[in-house]
């Protein structure tokens, strides 16, 4: 038996080597591995392929990508080659994949991501789509690159989220994601010294975008899960606005809400700022984190260009 495993540890390990070598593999090895019985080798396989496409150039990448989503769409084609097509695809970070028919490509993976009952290719199908150019993790590589010299092209990936593919999980994320951006452009060109207004950024487009995701979960379109998150930040906005009582009806609606008890709010920043010693990287519960901001806006009622300095750092303090 001991010799047994040694025989499969050294597979492994010389499948490591093959995969991982430069110039070691190709396209055709790769999806050939993903329906190998070694499951070692299959999930070697689909990081090959993950690994493959971002170091191709833009013109192979799409040529590669055409033929991976042809052989996933296809009825003729087994699980275990679908699964491992999704997973190498859906792991890409550093590019997007782009094809001549883009729309029809997506269309196809997501009537399949529609019509799929096993849940684990379910969830890799959405993966799959979401790293297409112009969608989620596309705006998402922009919004943390903080590029704002297109900011509707931006804003248009994530609402092209939850208006084409509602169905995926990926919806309500680039639904909130977007009334973040916006305020995220705020702060970006204001602190670039750009002649910039908070009317525009906050009041016109990021709070209607909260309203309505807000809106939606209450309507049961999206899972609550993010609905006090969606709250607090919106009460945030609402301080930039000079709407402190705004601001502590959003709060006072965390309090109040018994749901409050069972989620959370994350803060990566309570206000977008470039400075590392600002990211406070935790989340909280609702009704503590409501009690504390609620209580600060109610005794500092008066706005003004210090405020959310002091502000933040009483937010700092006390959690």
């Known amino acids: 038996m001991l010799k047994s495993r040694f025989i499969r540890l050294g597979a492994w ?17 790769i999806l050939k591995n993903m329906e190998s019985g070694n499951i070692m080798l299959r999930q070697d396989a689909r990081k090959a392929l993950t690994d493959y496409l971002e170091k191709l150039d833009e013109s192979n990448r799409s040529a590669a990508a055409t033929k991976l989503i042809d052989t ?56 799959a789509l979401m790293t297409a150019a112009g969608l989620y993790w596309d705006a998402i590589n922009d919004y943390n690159n903080d590029l704002v010299d297109q900011v509707e092209a931006t804003a248009g990936k994530f609402r092209r989220v939850f208006e084409n593919y509602h169905e995926s999980s990926y919806a309500a994320k680039a639904h909130f994601y977007l009334a973040s951006y916006y305020t995220r452009v705020y702060f970006i060109l204001k602190n670039r010294d750009k002649n910039t207004s908070v009317d525009l950024w906050i009041k016109e487009r990021a709070n209607p975008v909260l ?33 402190f009582k705004d601001a502590r009806d959003c709060l006072d609606e965390i309090m109040k809400d018994r749901r409050s008890e069972t989620q959370i709010i994350y ?53």
Not at 13 to 29: D, K, P
Not at 237 to 242: D, F, M, R, T, Y
Not at 271 to 287: G, H, L, N, T, V
């Open 13 to 29: 390990i010389l499948s490591l080597i093959f995969f991982f070598s430069v110039g070691a593999f190709s396209q055709e090895e």
């Open 72 to 127: 996933l769409v296809n009825p003729a084609t087994g699980y275990q080659l679908k699964l491992g097509i999704c997973y190498g695809l859906g792991d890409l970070r550093k590019v997007s994949w782009k094809v001549a028919n883009q729309q029809d490509a997506e269309t196809r993976i997501y009537d399949l991501f529609r019509s799929e009952k096993t849940h684990t290719l379910k969830v890799q199908l959405d993966e």
């Open 211 to 243: 309203q309505d995701f807000i809106s939606k979960m209450e309507k049961g379109a999206y899972k609550p899960g993010r609905l006090q998150e969606a709250r607090y930040f919106l009460a945030l906005n609402n301080v930039l606005l000079n709407k």
């Open 267 to 319: 803060v990566h920043q309570y206000y977008y700022s470039p400075r590392k010693e600002d990211i406070i990287d935790k989340s909280f519960a609702p009704m503590g984190l409501a009690k504390d901001t609620y209580e600060y806006l109610y005794s500092h009622p008066n706005y003004d260009d210090s405020y959310l300095d002091k502000f933040v750092k009483y937010l700092k303090e006390i959690n």
